[in-house]
């Protein structure tokens, strides 16, 4: 009976002893565990944080105006151009287009993005010379479709997080309305921006904020821009999307080298997270939904790549051009568009860069070989 009952109470210190075991690596294995979520930086935050302007606590936009020069304004929480437009660029846009739809063969289109300028209170005068250029543009083909407007659709949401405050472009959800602008010509139905997840990055600083900061020689001024609020960084992308791109750029020893990737970097922010900052080409997978045979030619600015996780959801490829650094596009066109099958080219640009050669490479040898940046 002794024995009995000695033999229990050793299974019973047996099973504490095993369980105790366990319960120490399970509690190793969290704290691990936690470790690695603590490790990672980019974490999205809440994202009820910012309101439509991207400021934090409900606040609505400055009136507060720190300094105003010939060509940007700039509030206490707010960076913006002014006086950018020429209409002088409309010919040399018209002439490149027509030599684009030639040289291809294919549905071609061009959108002149606005810039913030055009959606703010006392710059009215902004949105009359955005809408001037689109107009003489337009007079410059037969066909005026091949103009596309994005201005109507974006006043719909000018209340919505579309401009970021201190960069000099519009933000993906921006981008988001653009793009509907376009596929809308193509013959597709809008989609609706809830079906994307959206993921949001604190602490954002864009190029115009940081070249104020370079530029400023007043103590006063310069501390008041270090002041202003940072603004939050959306990404928005289809669960289902392939996020997968093979990307091409100009190597430090000055060679041309592959590199396949995620197309949306949530390590960075900004137009730098989409796609590379620097790079030549890049060719994006994409989700296609079986609406077309054919695939799409993106020919586009640092603002323009913006529409690319959508653009992606409708075409299985999307081949993305730098229109400031590919100077081979036209050369390897042929090539591109038989290898690709690609059915449309669509330029998306600044309205203030649209034709303007300092900032066209990749299209420049359409008129003139060898053109430069």
Not at 42 to 51: A, C, G, I, Q, S
Not at 273 to 285: M, R, T
Request: glycine share 6%; hydrophobic share 35%; net charge negative.
């Amino acid at each position: 009976m002794k024995k009995n009952k000695t033999a229990e109470l050793f299974l019973v210190l047996l099973i504490l002893i095993v369980m105790s075991a366990g319960m120490l690596i399970l509690q190793n294995g969290m704290e691990k565990l936690q470790s690695v979520k603590q490790q990672s930086v980019y974490v999205p935050e809440t994202r009820d944080l910012y309101n439509n302007y991207g400021l934090k606590n409900d606040q609505t936009l400055s009136i507060t105006k720190i300094l105003e020069t010939q060509d940007q304004v700039i509030y206490t929480d707010r960076i913006f151009n002014i006086n950018q437009i020429s209409e002088d660029h409309i010919s040399y846009a018209a002439d490149i287009m027509k030599a684009l739809q030639k040289k291809s063969g294919k549905d071609t289109y061009i959108m002149p993005i606005p810039e913030r300028a055009v959606f703010e209170n006392g710059y009215e005068n902004e949105k009359e010379k955005y809408s001037d250029f689109i107009e003489k543009l337009e007079a410059s083909f037969s066909d005026s479709s091949v103009v596309l407007n994005p201005l109507s659709e974006l006043e719909k949401h000018q209340y919505e997080y579309i401009y970021f405050r201190t960069e000099n472009s519009w933000t993906m959800r921006g981008a988001f309305y653009g793009a509907q602008v376009l596929l809308g010509e193509l013959g597709y139905n809008k989609e609706n921006l809830d079906a994307y997840r959206e993921y949001v990055f604190g602490a954002f600083e864009g190029n115009l904020l940081l070249e104020a900061l370079q530029k400023c020689t007043t103590d006063e001024i310069k501390k008041d821009i270090e002041n202003m609020e940072k603004e939050p960084f959306y990404v928005y992308i289809n669960g289902s999307n392939p996020n997968r791109e093979e990307l091409t750029f100009e190597n430090k020893e000055g060679q041309l080298q592959t590199l396949k990737r995620q197309m949306i970097q949530f390590n960075s922010t900004g137009s730098h997270a989409v796609i590379g900052s620097d790079y030549e080409h890049s060719v994006v997978d994409g989700r296609g939904k079986g609406q077309t045979e054919g695939n799409l030619l993106l020919i586009a600015d640092t603002r323009g790549k913006l529409m690319i996780s959508y653009l992606s959801e409708i075409f299985e490829k999307v081949y993305v051009s730098n229109i400031y650094e590919d100077a081979d596009l036209i050369q390897n066109l042929d090539e591109i568009l038989e290898k690709y099958n690609i059915e449309y080219i669509v330029w998306v640009q600044d309205a203030a860069e649209t034709g303007n050669i300092s900032y066209m490479r990749a299209l420049n040898p359409l008129l003139k070989e060898g053109g430069n940046a």
